[in-house]
């Protein structure tokens, strides 16, 4: 590991070249997981990146307690430095180290802890004095949560560090689901890729502010779910909220207003399969790829994604960055896709990514 690729100025992270690196692919399961996860653990103490399969997407880690570490993964990534990045624990121990929870919201966090950890739910909560500036881009609040994936819960227990851990992907494009998908993004940047295998859920965690009440990203945890544990009304706060022209350092969650979750091809949402066809027509059949729904008629185009049977939050929201990062892989120059109608956790979730994957770069 070199400490060339990043550093730390007054404005937050400044990304620099990232010398290339031999990155590892290690094995978590099967002939080799030992040493892989040994090797793993001993990168992520000497202050290098390490990207790991969690229940959502794979992230990619460093130690949270180490202003360099995390400097590593914002170089990586081509990060700004406004946009804070989450910390995984395992264990109270660990997360007293990165939040110090107010006494009036004590017993919310709690019973949120205990219905939704491990799982894909962030809260964001009050920061301790050892979270360095990097890790919340200069905000009192930083993002936690606690995976359910077992690789990733026996990386930071074996380690016994917490970890900053963004998805591990070029800033911007479509988180990644598989270790193939790291591998595409960032060979030669990070130290290593631990391979769990796919993601199950596919999409990013729910971040709810607590003691605001408001979901800043919506997840597989929605709000309804948030308001039967807490006995308060929850909101999700939507990207058509925030002022314009907003800097995304002055936004409550400095990702509301990007673009982001985007394929290198345009993307293009309709709402119904009539719409997808019509649109459809109007590429070239070599050029348009579609996410298409199981029973839908592709029309002319001639690179699918079969995304699964429509109405299937769980199957969609899976597949959803895959189907994407297929479809670019495959030369589509323009992406069709329809928008799920379902409301709520993975359908209000698939409906952000879409919207934001959409937006003009």
Same mark, same amino acid.
């Given at each position: 590991?070199?400490?060339?690729?990043?550093?730390?100025?007054?404005?937050?992270?400044?990304?620099?070249?990232?010398?290339?690196?031999?990155?590892?692919?290690?094995?978590?399961?099967?002939?080799?997981?030992?040493?892989?996860?040994?090797?793993?653990?001993?990168?992520?103490?000497?202050?290098?990146?390490?990207?790991?399969?969690?229940?959502?997407?794979?992230?990619?880690?460093?130690?949270?307690?180490?202003?360099?570490?995390?400097?590593?993964?914002?170089?990586?990534?081509?990060?700004?430095?406004?946009?804070?990045?989450?910390?995984?624990?395992?264990?109270?121990?660990?997360?007293?180290?990165?939040?110090?929870?107010?006494?009036?919201?004590?017993?919310?966090?709690?019973?949120?802890?205990?219905?939704?950890?491990?799982?894909?739910?962030?809260?964001?909560?009050?920061?301790?004095?050892?979270?360095?500036?990097?890790?919340?881009?200069?905000?009192?609040?930083?993002?936690?949560?606690?995976?359910?994936?077992?690789?990733?819960?026996?990386?930071?227990?074996?380690?016994?560090?917490? $970890? =900053? !851990?963004?998805?591990?992907? &070029?800033? +911007? /494009?479509? @988180?990644?689901?598989?270790?193939?998908? %790291?591998?595409? *993004?960032?060979?030669?940047?990070?130290?290593?890729?631990?391979?769990?295998?796919?993601?199950?859920?596919?999409?990013?965690?729910?971040?709810?502010? $607590? =003691? !605001?009440?408001?979901?800043? &990203?919506? +997840? /597989?945890? @929605?709000?309804?779910?948030?308001?039967? %544990?807490?006995? *308060?009304?929850?909101?999700?706060?939507?990207?058509?909220?925030?002022?314009?022209?907003?800097?995304?350092?002055?936004?409550?969650?400095?990702?509301?207003?990007?673009?982001?979750?985007?394929? &290198?091809?345009?993307?293009?949402?309709?709402?119904?399969?009539?719409?997808?066809?019509?649109?459809?027509?109007?590429?070239?059949?070599?050029?348009?790829?579609?996410?298409?729904?199981?029973?839908?008629?592709?029309?002319?185009?001639?690179?699918?994604?079969?995304?699964?049977?429509?109405?299937?939050?769980?199957?969609?929201?899976?597949?959803?960055?895959?189907?994407?990062?297929?479809?670019?892989?495959?030369?589509?120059?323009?992406?069709?896709?329809?928008?799920?109608?379902?409301?709520?956790?993975?359908?209000?979730?698939?409906?952000?990514?879409?919207?934001?994957?959409?937006?003009?770069?």
């Amino acid at each position: 590991m070199s400490d060339a690729g990043a550093r730390e100025g007054a404005g937050g992270i400044e990304a620099e070249p990232e010398p290339r690196l031999k990155t590892e692919r290690l094995k978590s399961a099967g002939v080799g997981s030992v040493a892989g996860m040994a090797r793993a653990v001993e990168l992520l103490r000497a202050g290098g990146t390490v990207a790991f399969p969690t229940e959502t997407v794979y992230g990619l880690a460093a130690n949270a307690l180490d202003p360099a570490a995390v400097a590593r993964i914002f170089a990586a990534k081509q990060r700004p430095g406004w946009d804070p990045v989450i910390v995984h624990v395992e264990g109270a121990a660990m997360l007293e180290r990165v939040a110090a929870v107010p006494a009036e919201l004590r017993d919310r966090a709690q019973a949120l802890m205990e219905a939704f950890w491990p799982g894909p739910l962030t809260l964001l909560l009050p920061r301790t004095a050892e979270v360095p500036d990097a890790v919340t881009a200069g905000r009192r609040l930083v993002g936690v949560r606690m995976p359910s994936h077992p690789v990733a819960r026996e990386l930071i227990r074996m380690a016994d560090i917490p $970890l =900053a !851990a963004p998805s591990a992907n &070029r800033f +911007g /494009a479509p @988180s990644p689901t598989t270790a193939a998908h %790291v591998l595409a *993004d960032l060979a030669g940047r990070i130290d290593a890729v631990l391979d769990g295998g796919p993601t199950s859920v596919g999409v990013e965690s729910t971040v709810l502010d $607590l =003691a !605001a009440r408001a979901i800043y &990203r919506p +997840g /597989a945890v @929605s709000a309804a779910m948030i308001s039967r %544990v807490i006995g *308060d009304e929850v909101r999700v706060v939507t990207a058509a909220e925030t002022p314009a022209n907003a800097a995304p350092e002055a936004l409550p969650s400095p990702g509301m207003g990007m673009r982001h979750y985007a394929p &290198r091809a345009r993307l293009v949402l309709v709402e119904s399969q009539q719409e997808m066809l019509e649109e459809i027509a109007k590429h070239p059949a070599a050029e348009v790829g579609v996410m298409q729904p199981d029973d839908w008629d592709q029309g002319a185009a001639k690179i699918l994604f079969r995304w699964g049977p429509w109405g299937d939050a769980e199957t969609l929201a899976r597949l959803l960055y895959f189907g994407l990062r297929n479809l670019d892989e495959r030369g589509a120059k323009v992406i069709v896709c329809p928008v799920p109608a379902m409301s709520g956790g993975l359908g209000e979730a698939l409906r952000d990514r879409l919207e934001k994957a959409a937006r003009a770069g």
